[in-house]
């Protein structure tokens, strides 16, 4: 009865350590993924929120991520015409194709469906955008207001897509109501 007892015990404390991720607020590393404190954007710096894991299905990473806004800014209005950067590192190669359905599906949960048809135009270009992506590719996304949502792969330009309204939409995949993943969203707004 002790044996099974203290086989349930460590089964309890493994499963307790691949399930729930500390959250890392004001962390610069994750996972050995390293993120830098501050970045620069045009015309203002952001300063890290936080980091995290997503999981996939809970178990398997899927990437490692980084929020960052102004200075100053409250997490209540990252959603708002505020400049932002997400960074996002993968730890699994995923096909280009795929990220567009996984867009518009997130997006479709967050927005309503109107605001969804008003900026079908910079979805479909957005998602056009997308490559193949390898462990340890990076893509980032920053909005600047005023200018739009610039999307680069390992530090490169992809391309941008103007727009405050989508760039609240295409963030609350990761920081909105009905977010990819809560944990993740807790963690890399360093809540």
């Known amino acids: 009865m002790k044996t099974l007892r203290g086989l349930s015990i460590l089964l309890m404390s493994v499963l307790s350590i691949v399930f729930v991720y500390p959250s890392v607020s004001g962390a610069t590393e994750t996972a050995d993924i390293k993120f830098k404190e ?16 997503l999981r996939y299905l809970g178990l398997f ?3 490692a991520g980084a929020f960052y806004l102004e200075e100053g800014v409250s997490i209540d209005e990252a959603l708002g015409d ?3 950067r997400l960074e996002v590192e993968y730890f699994r190669s995923l096909k280009g194709k795929d990220f567009g359905p996984a867009t518009v599906k997130m997006i479709e949960k967050n927005v309503d469906k109107e605001t969804v048809q008003r900026i079908r135009t ?3 270009y957005h998602n056009s955008l997308y490559e193949d ?3 340890g590719d990076r893509y980032a996304l920053t909005y600047i207001p005023g200018k739009g949502t610039e999307l680069a792969l390992n530090g490169k330009p992809k391309g941008v897509i103007e727009g ?5 939409a295409l963030f609350s995949i990761w920081i909105g109501k009905k977010p990819i993943d809560e944990s993740f969203k807790r963690q890399i707004m360093g809540l």
Not at 39 to 52: F, I, K, Q, S
Not at 164 to 168: I, R, T
């Open 122 to 124: 910079q979805i479909d």
């Open 133 to 135: 992506v390898n462990p």
């Open 82 to 84: 505020r400049a932002k």
């Open 38 to 53: 501050r970045v620069e954007a045009p015309e203002t710096d952001l300063e890290l929120r936080g980091v995290g894991i």
């Open 61 to 63: 990473k899927a990437y």
């Open 164 to 168: 405050a309204e989508f760039a609240a």
